[in-house]
């Protein structure tokens, strides 16, 4: 689908600078202009953009910070399941947006059960009823994360 689609736009929820913009760069070599990327780094920004825009797509990490970090407003807290809640809101929305989870860790926080990225997407459905459309997992000296999305985005 979003490989031929002309135009959409694209939630991406990553707390690290660095896999940001390897996400918007991937992204960007695969869709060139075809694509609108929004991105923030914390579950308030990434609630409050679901709240007001439309996204066909969204990028998630899982463990990302409660709020972005600003003067006088208190140091955000590291959220381990975060992307859990991000899923969550995007349900709720009920836009029908694709969701694809990359994280960095081999395991995903579910229940406080560390859950293998590579049975995460069935684990989400059969617990929370959410269907994922993959799950990713990045390594920071290894380009196989930009294949499994291209793999992924096909079968969309």
Not at 134 to 154: F, H, P, T
């Amino acid at each position: 689908m979003f490989l031929n689609t002309e135009k959409f736009k694209c939630l991406i929820v990553e707390d690290d600078q660095f896999k940001m913009e390897g996400i918007r760069s991937h992204l960007s070599e695969i869709f060139k202009d075809r694509i609108e990327m929004v991105g923030c780094q914390a579950l308030a920004s990434a609630t409050a953009l679901l709240a007001s825009q439309v996204f066909e797509l969204a990028i998630i990490d899982m463990s990302i910070h409660s709020h972005e970090p600003q003067a006088g407003a208190g140091s955000p807290f590291p959220l381990s399941s975060g992307g859990l809640d991000v899923l969550f809101e995007i349900a709720y929305t009920g836009n029908n947006t694709h969701c694809i989870i990359l994280t960095q860790y081999p395991d995903i926080d579910m229940d406080s059960l560390p859950i293998p990225v590579d049975l995460a997407k069935k684990e989400i459905f059969e617990k929370f009823g959410i269907e994922v459309a993959g799950c990713v997992r990045y390594l920071e000296n290894d380009n196989q994360w930009k294949a499994d999305i291209i793999s992924i985005l096909e079968q969309l």
